[in-house]
């Protein structure tokens, strides 16, 4: 079954830090573009990163460009994405999702999101 | 990146069809035809249910339409069902390689 588990959310103090983690089972990560995209509580959702199949190319949402890092690693068919200097406005439930295999693509398996708290 | 717009909500009986747009610009539903659309009941992951303007993943009932005119993009559902009560989301990839989503359309089916 193709499929993507989130983890690692939780609360964190403002200017905190939090990595969360995607593992990726049904099929191989690195032949997609991945995504993480993010829905705060009782509003829309936002785009947050995106990372291409071959990992070379990473692209952020100006929000959170600089304090945001989205990384794989192949041998464990996982993603991540590092949150550094958080803000209470990045309180949200954190998505990671697939996309297309040569292009952004349409975003066709989601995660079931992990929550992330920014609260002193 | 401005997000895209598309009315709060709307409504309408079962049986009947209903149309949600979803505006942008040149520089993103305008210049790609890479629209998408997702269905997201209370508490739930997002489901892609149109990709690529016209394109319904397998599974996804055909009473559910994509399509698009300038700048401005459209989800169709006919026939409306109970089961369609929810809300719904547009995106489209932009010309700064990032990706956009509308507010979301909140449809109730009277």
């Known amino acids: 079954e193709v499929q993507l588990v989130e983890s690692g959310g939780g609360l964190v103090q403002p200017g905190g830090s939090l990595r969360l983690s995607c593992a990726a089972s049904?099929?191989?990560?690195?032949?997609?573009?991945m995504h993480w995209v993010r829905q705060a509580p009782g509003k829309g959702l936002m785009w947050v990163s995106h990372?291409?199949?071959?990992?070379?190319?990473?692209t952020y949402a100006d929000s959170v460009k600089g304090r945001f890092t989205i990384s794989g690693d192949n041998a464990k068919n996982t993603l991540f994405l590092q949150m550094n200097s958080l803000r209470a406005e990045d309180t949200a439930v954190y998505y990671c999702?697939?996309?297309?295999?040569?292009?952004?693509?349409?975003?066709?398996?989601w995660g079931q999101g992990t929550m992330v708290t920014v609260s002193s | 990146q401005s997000a895209l717009t598309q009315p709060a909500s709307v409504s309408g009986s079962p049986g009947q069809s209903i149309t949600i747009s979803c505006t942008g610009t040149?520089?993103?539903?305008?210049?790609?035809?890479?629209v998408s659309w997702y269905q997201q009941h209370p508490g739930k992951a997002p489901k892609l249910m149109i990709y690529?303007?016209?394109n319904r993943p397998s599974g996804v009932s055909n009473r559910f339409s994509g399509s698009k005119s300038g700048n401005t993009a459209s989800l169709t559902i006919s026939g409306l069902q109970a089961e369609d009560e929810s809300n719904y989301y547009c995106?489209?990839?932009?010309?700064?390689?990032?990706?956009?989503f509308g507010g979301g359309t909140k449809l109730t089916v009277l």
């Open positions: 999702v697939r996309g297309g295999r040569h292009t952004s693509g349409a975003f066709d398996i």
């Open positions: 040149s520089s993103d539903v305008g210049g790609y035809n890479y």
């Open positions: 049904g099929f191989t990560l690195s032949s997609y573009w």
């Open positions: 690529d303007v016209t």
């Open positions: 990372v291409n199949s071959d990992g070379s190319t990473t």
């Open positions: 995106s489209s990839y932009t010309t700064r390689s990032t990706v956009v």
